[in-house]
């Protein structure tokens, strides 16, 4: 937003968290905690709602010859048997579900990613990590109780924490006409290699 500021360009950001851009000088212009719920290109037009706690409802449109998407990515939930169980969790959610409340995990808990940040979260938990191709199922009644291993052992775990390779959140980017491809980990957005997505309508 501020390189397109310094061009001289008009430029208005709309973030539905306020804490994700805290750092960052807002602008006049600027819509923290706005969610966006549509966009349409045939209008080249966005449209937005005030998401923050006790804001009054109210609705933001905005005209735009460009769009910029940076919505980035969330967790997938890997194909496993019995991974809607009580107890199975976004690693990453969690994180930041204990970052905030100063919690900590009680009870054995595994971490099921690859290596990287997935280690990291594992520590950070207490936890071991198990890579998703070692893993043959989560077996549990009214919760998640133990994580089957292809190589037939078992671990105990009251909580399963998930953290695959993030995938891109591409929905309002296809809403604009945007074509994407699966890359193994999501629906990635297909680009030229100045980054543009071809779209139709005015964008």
Same mark, same amino acid.
């Given at each position: 937003a501020q390189a397109v500021r310094n061009g001289g360009h008009r430029c208005i950001v709309f973030e539905r968290r306020p804490e994700t851009a805290g750092h960052l000088a807002k602008h006049a212009d600027d819509l923290w905690g706005a969610g966006v719920f549509g966009v349409y290109p045939d209008e080249a037009r966005i449209g937005a709602a005030d998401v923050r706690p006790y804001a009054p409802d109210r609705v933001f449109t905005a005209d735009a010859p460009h769009v910029v998407f940076t919505t980035g990515s969330r967790d997938?939930? @890997? @194909?496993l048997h019995n991974n809607d169980l009580p107890g199975v969790v976004s690693a990453r959610g969690l994180a930041e579900t =204990?970052?905030?409340?100063? =919690?900590r995990p009680v009870g054995p808990c595994v971490v099921?990613?690859? @290596?990287?940040?997935?280690?990291t979260l594992a520590a950070a938990f207490g936890a071991r990590r198990v890579a998703l191709t070692d893993v043959q199922g989560l077996e549990?009644?009214?919760g998640v109780e133990s994580v089957h291993l292809a190589d037939g052992t078992t671990l105990a775990a009251t909580l399963v924490a998930m953290a695959p390779s993030p995938s891109p959140a591409s929905e309002l980017a296809?809403?604009?006409?945007a074509q994407v491809r699966w890359d193994g980990a999501g629906f990635a957005l297909l680009r030229d290699e100045a980054g543009r997505i071809a779209s139709r309508g005015s964008w």
């Amino acid at each position: 937003a501020q390189a397109v500021r310094n061009g001289g360009h008009r430029c208005i950001v709309f973030e539905r968290r306020p804490e994700t851009a805290g750092h960052l000088a807002k602008h006049a212009d600027d819509l923290w905690g706005a969610g966006v719920f549509g966009v349409y290109p045939d209008e080249a037009r966005i449209g937005a709602a005030d998401v923050r706690p006790y804001a009054p409802d109210r609705v933001f449109t905005a005209d735009a010859p460009h769009v910029v998407f940076t919505t980035g990515s969330r967790d997938g939930m @890997p @194909p496993l048997h019995n991974n809607d169980l009580p107890g199975v969790v976004s690693a990453r959610g969690l994180a930041e579900t =204990l970052n905030r409340t100063g =919690l900590r995990p009680v009870g054995p808990c595994v971490v099921i990613g690859p @290596p990287g940040d997935a280690d990291t979260l594992a520590a950070a938990f207490g936890a071991r990590r198990v890579a998703l191709t070692d893993v043959q199922g989560l077996e549990g009644s009214d919760g998640v109780e133990s994580v089957h291993l292809a190589d037939g052992t078992t671990l105990a775990a009251t909580l399963v924490a998930m953290a695959p390779s993030p995938s891109p959140a591409s929905e309002l980017a296809r809403q604009s006409g945007a074509q994407v491809r699966w890359d193994g980990a999501g629906f990635a957005l297909l680009r030229d290699e100045a980054g543009r997505i071809a779209s139709r309508g005015s964008w």
